[in-house]
């Protein structure tokens, strides 16, 4: 059954791909590239617009992520908010895919479809270290660890493998100078630059430092790498960054060339620093969350338009513990930002020889085959027959979740199992009882906006076609002249009802289309 009505969006896709790089975010990109380069021949993008988004909003995340990906020249399918209702079409876009490498544990990574396929977590950032030993990130199988420190934390619940940070390959090989400056920014090379990478929600430093980063344009070069949050969910700061007269780029932009350039890289609570710190680059780091905040405040939870984030981080999280070590120049005091700035441009012995000892706890193989490595991983993990048993901490989360009443990913994939094997005895029933309908669905199509989702999940049930039928009414008509447009085509039984009396009550109007639709 095939049906005119689903959106179908431009794709390059890999026909040999066996292996999916999840992306839900342009940023993402820069992220796998080096390592999807190296699988490029077995691979593909899967760009996951699962986020509870608004309509304009979804469209230009779409929009960016695609242009990127169809920039760099590489494989994608792209999987709509909408396709999420479908069970039998996700089963059929994840058939292919024996592995699936994800940043994060989102999306399509925690659906029916994917529950057998085997996943690996690509790490993007160093700090926030509550996020850092999430629980839900028990579902990889493996997870590829920057160095010893992360891979101590994420081997107290999933496998590792330590590959390095592959986002860096490029700049430990020396392939970065052709797009050195990036074209985006355009420097006064008589000034040394800054780049100031904010993280967003309440750990963010925008509000404090937007105008203080402006007052030193006459100065320097300031440039501003947008967080990919802000970017999309936080007009007020990106409106206080143009204001001051800063330099912007998007998330959809690589940071190393912005790395290359800049001389001294302010933050606040980002793990960009541990990028700045990689990069070899002075930091200053804002420091304006106290410990009450960070280990109280900063623990509620908050809702934003893409859903419920927790904390992130608490008050020795390293990102807080190289504020008041020493390791890097902390400012306390907005007043104090320009000396803070001069101090870091005469990069003291003490700030570089923490830089390197901080590179060494953090990250290994800075030789820019990290993408190598973590390729390398990421195949062993689709050909082993079975992979190393979960370490005892991801067990133990298991058993408090259901202790707690919460549903573990054990049982979740038993239950779905279950599910999936009663919705074939149903199915099948219903085909041994002879043939005919058994139930009819009244579909009210008043709503444009929601009205060829609920069609199309109406139309690919696994149930069988030829036992049920929908009766479309429509107020307006608009709907049944798209329908009867896009040539439906279907096993199902579908009648086309105008419905023209509106000021009758609900039940009155069920009534009168089961007299149309059986013709009375």
């Given at each position: 059954?095939?049906?005119?009505?689903?959106?179908?969006?431009?794709?390059?896709?890999?026909?040999?791909?066996?292996?999916?790089?999840?992306?839900?975010?342009?940023?993402?990109?820069?992220?796998?590239?080096?390592?999807?380069?190296?699988l490029c021949d077995e691979a593909e993008f899967i760009v996951d617009l699962?986020?509870?988004?608004?309509?304009?909003?979804?469209?230009?995340?779409?929009?960016?992520?695609?242009?990127?990906?169809?920039?760099?020249?590489?494989?994608?399918?792209?999987?709509?908010?909408?396709?999420?209702?479908?069970?039998?079409?996700?089963?059929?876009?994840?058939?292919?895919?024996?592995?699936?490498?994800?940043?994060?544990?989102?999306?399509?990574?925690?659906?029916?479809?994917?529950?057998?396929?085997?996943?690996?977590?690509?790490?993007?950032?160093?700090?926030?270290?509550?996020?850092?030993?999430?629980?839900?990130?028990?579902?990889?199988?493996?997870?590829?660890?920057?160095?010893?420190?992360?891979?101590?934390?994420?081997?107290?619940?999933?496998?590792?493998?330590?590959?390095?940070?592959?986002?860096?390959?490029?700049?430990?090989?020396?392939?970065?100078?052709?797009?050195?400056?990036?074209?985006?920014?355009?420097?006064?090379?008589?000034?040394?630059?800054?780049?100031?990478?904010?993280?967003?929600?309440?750990?963010?430093?925008?509000?404090?430092?937007?105008?203080?980063?402006?007052?030193?344009?006459?100065?320097?070069?300031?440039?501003?790498?947008?967080?990919?949050?802000?970017?999309?969910?936080?007009?007020?700061?990106?409106?206080?960054?143009?204001?001051?007269?800063?330099?912007?780029?998007?998330?959809?932009?690589?940071?190393?060339?912005?790395?290359?350039?800049?001389?001294?890289?302010?933050?606040?609570?980002?793990?960009?620093?541990?990028?700045?710190?990689?990069?070899?680059?002075?930091?200053?780091?804002?420091?304006?969350?106290?410990?009450?905040?960070?280990?109280?405040?900063?623990?509620?939870?908050?809702?934003?338009?893409?859903?419920?984030?927790?904390?992130?981080?608490?008050?020795?999280?390293?990102?807080?513990?190289?504020?008041?070590?020493?390791?890097?120049?902390?400012?306390?005091?907005?007043?104090?930002?320009?000396?803070?700035?001069?101090?870091?441009?005469?990069?003291?012995?003490?700030?570089?020889?923490?830089?390197?000892?901080?590179?060494?706890?953090?990250?290994?193989?800075?030789?820019?085959?990290?993408?190598?490595?973590?390729?390398?991983?990421?195949?062993?993990?689709?050909?082993?027959?079975?992979?190393?048993?979960?370490?005892?901490?991801?067990?133990?989360?298991?058993?408090?979740?259901?202790?707690?009443?919460?549903?573990?990913?054990?049982?979740?994939?038993?239950?779905?199992?279950?599910?999936?094997?009663?919705?074939?005895?149903?199915?099948?029933?219903?085909?041994?009882?002879?043939?005919?309908?058994?139930?009819?669905?009244?579909?009210?199509?008043?709503?444009?906006?929601?009205?060829?989702?609920?069609?199309?999940?109406?139309?690919?049930?696994?149930?069988?076609?030829?036992?049920?039928?929908?009766?479309?009414?429509?107020?307006?008509?608009?709907?049944?002249?798209?329908?009867?447009?896009?040539?439906?085509?279907?096993?199902?039984?579908?009648?086309?009802?105008?419905?023209?009396?509106?000021?009758?009550?609900?039940?009155?109007?069920?009534?009168?289309?089961?007299?149309?639709?059986?013709?009375?």
């Open positions: 059954m095939t049906t005119a009505i689903k959106p179908r969006e431009k794709m390059h896709v890999n026909p040999n791909a066996t292996i999916g790089f999840v992306i839900y975010y342009p940023f993402q990109y820069y992220v796998y590239k080096n390592v999807y380069k190296e699962f986020q509870p988004l608004s309509r304009v909003d979804q469209k230009n995340l779409f929009e960016d992520i695609v242009n990127l990906l169809s920039r760099e020249g590489v494989h994608y399918r792209v999987l709509q908010r909408d396709d999420y209702f479908l069970a039998s079409y996700l089963d059929t876009f994840f058939l292919k895919y024996r592995c699936l490498v994800s940043v994060w544990e989102r999306g399509c990574m925690n659906i029916p479809a994917t529950q057998d396929i085997r996943k690996v977590n690509l790490t993007y950032g160093s700090g926030k270290e509550l996020t850092m030993v999430r629980p839900s990130r028990g579902i990889f199988d493996v997870i590829l660890a920057y160095g010893n420190r992360d891979a101590k934390l994420f081997s107290l619940f999933s496998n590792v493998e330590i590959v390095g940070n592959p986002k860096f390959d490029e700049w430990f090989s020396n392939d970065l100078y052709a797009r050195i400056p990036p074209p985006e920014i355009r420097l006064d090379p008589m000034k040394k630059t800054l780049l100031y990478l904010p993280t967003h929600s309440d750990l963010s430093s925008v509000e404090l430092l937007a105008e203080a980063l402006g007052s030193l344009r006459g100065t320097y070069n300031v440039i501003v790498k947008l967080h990919y949050y802000m970017t999309r969910e936080e007009p007020d700061r990106v409106q206080a960054l143009r204001q001051a007269g800063l330099s912007i780029v998007a998330d959809d932009i690589d940071l190393l060339p912005l790395l290359k350039v800049a001389d001294v890289v302010v933050s606040d609570n980002s793990s960009a620093i541990f990028d700045a710190i990689l990069a070899d680059k002075p930091v200053v780091v804002a420091d304006f969350w106290d410990e009450s905040f960070l280990d109280a405040t900063h623990k509620e939870v908050q809702i934003f338009q893409r859903g419920v984030q927790g904390a992130v981080t608490f008050s020795d999280s390293i990102e807080q513990v190289i504020k008041r070590d020493g390791s890097v120049i902390s400012l306390q005091n907005v007043d104090d930002l320009r000396a803070k700035i001069e101090l870091a441009l005469e990069d003291r012995e003490h700030y570089k020889r923490r830089r390197k000892e901080l590179r060494e706890e953090l990250f290994v193989g800075m030789d820019g085959n990290a993408g190598l490595r973590a390729a390398q991983t990421i195949r062993r993990s689709v050909s082993d027959a079975a992979l190393a048993k979960r370490p005892i901490m991801y067990h133990s989360i298991e058993a408090y979740k259901r202790r707690m009443g919460a549903l573990s990913y054990g049982r979740e994939r038993m239950l779905q199992k279950k599910i999936t094997e009663l919705e074939g005895v149903v199915s099948q029933a219903a085909l041994d009882e002879g043939s005919g309908v058994i139930f009819s669905i009244i579909f009210f199509a008043d709503s444009s906006t929601v009205f060829d989702v609920a069609l199309r999940a109406l139309l690919e049930q696994s149930f069988p076609h030829e036992r049920y039928e929908i009766f479309i009414v429509s107020m307006n008509g608009e709907s049944l002249d798209f329908i009867q447009s896009s040539q439906l085509q279907t096993e199902i039984h579908v009648e086309l009802i105008r419905e023209e009396s509106v000021d009758v009550q609900f039940g009155m109007r069920v009534d009168r289309v089961l007299q149309k639709a059986r013709g009375r």
